[in-house]
């Protein structure tokens, strides 16, 4: 009976010590802290690893769709092959590193799982889509789902889970065809100053009649001498050629550009008349011989209400099914003669920049008046070209070309 009575109390007492509770807690709870860490490292590699897969993702995508665009492009099937080498390449081969490496029993990892085709899940990784793009041309999308599995650390492995999936995607878009369909009017200065020297050498020629403003009073009787230099009109009609290139390589089959020009002197020539391509501008600005005086006004008025014409609408709704941008190039050398010509052009300028039409104006060997004229006339200070020798009269209607049918390649998501 007393010994029974003294176990009694020895158990009683274990149950009321306190003594080793905080180890048997801390034993408890150490797994527990161990994958907050765990947790802690893996969302930090998670978030460094997603921004390396939509960098991934982004590059094979504008890959894919520039490729397709290009002089000479591949097939779908091939572009698919672009895009994932640049996701490969993009992601480091195949898997992206994230701090800490990719020991399975130190912190986490990726793992890659989507091939060129499809992810581990079946679904399509490089996704091209194609559409028409006006009556010639072709439209496609590229979407990229970069898929992978990040393997978690041996801590946060602790929680039950070892790895998670992680998706970017990205999508880009281009076009074999510009999207905007133009009509562009020249309204080109042919006067007598037009027919003097530039400093440029023509080596085509051992001796011609230089005429400058000095020796002008002799035309057409001027005598040859040498070096031969090549006239302004020459230059002008060089410049012309080099747009009207830029604007047949955007639209080799004249679906989408409609041009025309009008001359002046001191009086508007008889106008050209707009239409597909560019065959008409370029007779027209070639037959161009400088006489007379100067007067832009009229001119300007002409090219105006041809190119914002609702016919014009209609012209390329029936053809592209778009509404087309419009343009004015303005180009002069000089002066005009009477100061009311100046108020007369500004004001039509005026009217087409409030009607959207875009206005480029090029002074060539211009005087300030002439300037003046020309930069109060552009739509934008951008629009304003100053060229003071040939080369640069040629690489301004280059640019304005290029500006004109310019074509890109854009990452939308």
Request: aromatic fraction near 6%.
């Amino acid at each position: 009976m007393g010994r029974r009575y003294t176990v009694g109390r020895s158990f009683a007492a274990m149950l009321k010590d306190r003594g080793g509770n905080f180890g048997i807690m801390a034993a408890l709870a150490a797994p527990l802290i161990l994958a907050a860490g765990g947790v802690a490292i893996d969302m930090a590699g998670m978030m460094t690893a997603k921004n390396q897969m939509q960098d991934a993702a982004d590059a094979a995508a504008l890959a894919a769709a520039s490729s397709l665009v290009a002089k000479d492009p591949p097939t779908i099937a091939k572009a698919k092959e672009i895009a994932a080498a640049f996701l490969n390449n993009q992601s480091g081969g195949t898997a992206v590193d994230v701090p800490g490496g990719q020991d399975p029993g130190g912190t986490g990892s990726l793992a890659k799982t989507a091939s060129a085709e499809a992810s581990t899940a079946g679904q399509p990784v490089i996704e091209i889509i194609e559409n028409s793009n006006g009556p010639a041309g072709k439209a496609y999308n590229v979407t990229v789902l970069n898929k992978q599995t990040f393997q978690f650390n041996a801590m946060t492995r602790l929680l039950g889970k070892t790895s998670i999936n992680i998706e970017t995607r990205a999508t880009a878009e281009s076009a074999t065809e510009s999207k905007n369909a133009l009509s562009m009017y020249l309204v080109l200065d042919r006067s007598g100053s037009m027919a003097w020297k530039t400093n440029t050498k023509d080596t085509t020629k051992t001796s011609c009649p230089n005429y400058t403003e000095s020796n002008w009073s002799k035309y057409p009787n001027l005598k040859a001498s040498n070096p031969c230099y090549v006239t302004k009109i020459d230059a002008l009609k060089s410049a012309v050629g080099d747009l009207v290139k830029q604007l047949n390589t955007a639209d080799p089959n004249t679906l989408y550009v409609r041009t025309a020009a009008v001359s002046y002197n001191s009086a508007q020539d008889t106008a050209g008349n707009l239409a597909w391509g560019t065959t008409g501008t370029s007779t027209y600005v070639n037959a161009l011989v400088a006489t007379g005086g100067t007067a832009s006004g009229n001119a300007f008025k002409t090219a105006y209400n041809r190119v914002a014409a609702t016919t014009e609408d209609d012209a390329h709704k029936a053809k592209n099914g778009q509404v087309p941008t419009k343009y004015i190039v303005f180009m002069t050398d000089g002066d005009n003669n009477n100061t009311s010509d100046d108020t007369t052009t500004l004001t039509w300028c005026d009217t087409a920049r409030k009607n959207k039409v875009q206005v480029y104006t090029v002074a060539f060997m211009a005087p300030d008046r002439g300037k003046a004229l020309l930069k109060a006339c552009a739509t934008t200070e951008a629009n304003y070209f100053q060229a003071e020798e040939a080369a640069d009269l040629i690489a301004a209607f280059k640019a304005i070309g290029e500006r004109a049918s310019a074509m890109a390649t854009r990452l939308t998501k």
